[in-house]
């Protein structure tokens, strides 16, 4: 039997990847692969181009916001939404082999996508023993847009209870500027106040902002 030599436009993406395989896809034919179909008024492949153009401008998207969109229905926006978590998760470093936090990088690496699409700011600290090896990673607080008030109870309990040899401390920014705020550098110094009063020493305080990321540390700001 000949090979089909023409396909729809729907058929496209499917037959391109089983051809050349998945790396010779656009992202809008990837997409087009989970939505399969599209609407009366254009095909799948408009349908994935509308999706990204609002994924672009918002990577947090509620499934309310995707429904607004002309072809997504609630499946189609939960099936949306599941990528994009299934995607966070997998692009996770493996902890399997012994890691040590010894660089501003490595810790970069080892919480980001911690804070992949968070649409707003979160504070956590990352517990370490000895060997700047990681023991517990623990939120501290959840915050707005803009700003995310640590709980300074929360963090004495944390230091006291979880005999760690120091910690760091991480929050993220949103807007994907890593430029530490004034109260960004007064919480700094509170916290390394406290972890001096309770033993606990702060290494650094970075801040994650998508692709990029500032160090206290590094900048000899702690």
């Known amino acids: 039997m000949p090979l089909k030599t023409t396909y729809t436009e729907q058929e496209l ?20 692969l989970i939505l399969r179909t599209g609407t009366k008024k254009g095909d799948v492949l408009t349908l994935s181009r509308n999706v990204l153009r609002l994924l672009e401008q918002n990577k947090t998207p509620s499934i309310h ?8 229905h609630t499946t189609k926006a939960a099936q949306i939404l ?11 470093p493996e902890k399997n082999e012994p890691l040590k936090l010894c660089s501003a990088k490595a810790i970069y690496e080892y919480i980001v996508h911690d804070f992949t699409n968070k649409p707003c700011e979160e504070t956590k ?21 803009a700003e995310a008030n640590i709980d300074k109870h929360k963090l004495i309990r944390h230091l006291i209870n979880s005999n760690a040899h120091a910690f760091f401390l991480l929050h993220n920014h949103p807007s994907g500027d890593p430029t530490p705020s004034l ?20 290494l650094d305080h970075i801040i994650i902002a998508q692709d990029k990321y500032f160090s206290f540390y590094d900048n000899e700001e702690l």
């Open 13 to 32: 993406p499917q037959e391109k990847l089983l051809e050349k395989g998945s790396v010779a896809l656009t992202t809008v034919e990837l997409l087009a």
């Open 65 to 72: 916001e995707l429904r607004q969109i002309d072809g997504v």
């Open 82 to 92: 599941a990528l994009l978590e299934l995607s966070r998760r997998l692009l996770k």
């Open 125 to 145: 600290i990352i517990l370490v023993n000895a060997k700047l090896q990681p023991k517990a990673t623990l939120t501290l607080s959840e915050g707005s847009v």
């Open 183 to 202: 109260a960004d550098k007064e919480t700094t110094s509170n916290v390394k106040q406290i972890a001096q009063v309770i033993g606990v020493p702060l």
